[in-house]
């Protein structure tokens, strides 16, 4: 708080309340730390571009759900486009990202399709926003 404080040129407890309020108003939705997958036993990155079948809205939502829900997908979209939705899934190794795509894809009969882009390495990675 001290350095937002220095920085600003404005009270440690003016701060304070300023994102006490940005809390309150959803503009702050959490607070986090970014750490590193490696050092934690994450080695692979996938991108999956995802198809439903699109029968049923019902299957549709359930697979949002899911999606939301597994802690192996780390940001989930839905998409224009040719997919329907890209997920970023990170997994220990290989044989680990195999096991989730027979739990998560293979399992899931309105699965029509997925592809996987493993990443090599990431350039750049960030939360940050582009405000000013």
Do not use: W
């Amino acid at each position: 708080m001290q350095s937002f404080a220095d920085a600003t040129g404005i009270s440690k407890a003016s701060v304070q309340r300023r994102i006490r309020a940005l809390r309150d108003a959803g503009v702050i939705k959490s607070e986090v730390a970014i750490l590193d997958p490696k050092s934690l036993g994450l080695g692979i990155t996938a991108i999956v571009s995802v198809e439903l079948e699109r029968d049923r809205l019902d299957q549709i939502d359930a697979f949002k759900r899911k999606a939301r829900e597994d802690r192996q997908v780390t940001h989930f979209y839905c998409i224009a486009g040719e997919a329907d939705f890209i997920l970023v899934v990170m997994a220990k190794d290989i044989a680990g990202y195999e096991a989730f795509t027979h739990r998560f894809f293979f399992s899931d009969r309105n699965v029509r399709k997925f592809r996987t882009s493993i990443v090599v390495s990431t350039e750049k990675a960030t939360s940050e926003l582009p405000i000013s």
